[in-house]
């Protein structure tokens, strides 16, 4: 009586072992953080940076892409800083509320001295406060894409 209860026992794990497809030992992908979209992402202190990209028709100037979302309780600027051309920008993000650059309904972030290949990467380095800065590798697009054609410079 009792192998017959172990023996049901040992079976009744197997199947419920097999019929999970070892998914408790296998890795799971869908737990990776990654950009479903065009641009890159970045989080610098309480900054979400998100989907963060470049427009351009020629390479010589272009349009910086991007949202922000401060997740902190103070106001923020975050600076951005184009790592080979120098450029420099402030943005500032209040507690609590996202900021998009570069959309149709904001100003672009006009970028003047550029100087990139559509369909290249961008080295840009994201500063907030005191948080440690980081350097992202931004890509350069062109309006050949009907969601980005209205946001050529």
Do not use: H, W
């Not at 209860?5 to 009744?12: H, I, N, R």
């Not at 990776?32 to 963060?52: M, Q």
């Amino acid at each position: 009586m009792k192998a017959r209860l172990a023996a049901s026992v040992a079976l009744a794990l197997g199947i419920a072992i097999g019929g999970s497809g070892c998914a408790m030992l296998t890795y799971q992908a869908t737990t990776e953080k990654y950009d479903p979209s065009d641009g890159v992402s970045a989080d610098v202190g309480p900054l979400d940076v998100r989907n963060a990209l470049i427009v351009s028709d020629d390479g010589a100037e272009g349009n910086l892409v991007m949202s922000i979302t401060n997740t902190g309780t103070d106001d923020e600027t975050l600076e951005v800083q184009l790592v080979d051309a120098g450029d420099t920008f402030e943005i500032d993000v209040d507690a609590g509320e996202t900021v998009s650059l570069g959309t149709e309904d904001e100003e672009p972030l006009l970028i003047e001295d550029l100087d990139a290949e559509v369909g290249g990467l961008v080295e840009v380095y994201l500063q907030a406060g005191s948080a440690e800065g980081v350097e992202i590798t931004v890509p350069v697009l062109d309006g050949r894409l009907p969601e980005y054609e209205d946001l050529v410079p």
